[in-house]
């Protein structure tokens, strides 16, 4: 059975930093790429950060330079270093985890909350 766990999210003020954890489970991780989404209340989810199998990376416009995406294969555990946080950032945090050659293999986890704010 295939598990993600998000944690790390909280509450921040503007201008602080968070580090997202996802730790997946019941999958080869190093065969997988692997995602960051953000939703906030009211919006639509938003891919934020992906990175994949082969170590390749993309960022949101909106989070580049502020926030960095890495794994560890080692842990199979994917994080979110987010710096310079917003309020705008505020939103649940999900982590996704899908195999290049298979679209079937698309796991999701349960979020985990980022609130910013004074």
């Known amino acids: 059975q295939v598990q993600l766990v998000e944690s790390g999210g909280g509450l921040v003020q503007p201008g602080g930093s968070l580090r997202l954890a996802c730790a997946a489970s019941?999958?080869?991780?190093?065969?997988?790429?692997m995602y960051w989404y953000r939703q906030a209340q009211g919006e639509e989810r938003e891919l934020v950060a992906s990175m994949g199998n082969d170590f390749s990376i993309r960022y949101a416009d909106s989070v580049k330079g502020r926030f960095t995406i890495s794994r560890d294969n080692a842990k199979n555990t994917v994080y979110l270093q987010m710096n310079s946080l917003n309020v705008e950032d505020t939103a649940v945090y999900y982590c996704?985890?899908?195999?290049?050659?298979?679209?079937?293999?698309?796991?999701w986890g349960k979020g985990t909350l980022v609130t910013v704010s004074p």
């Open positions: 019941g999958l080869i991780f190093r065969f997988f790429d």
């Open positions: 996704r985890a899908q195999h290049p050659a298979s679209g079937a293999m698309n796991y």
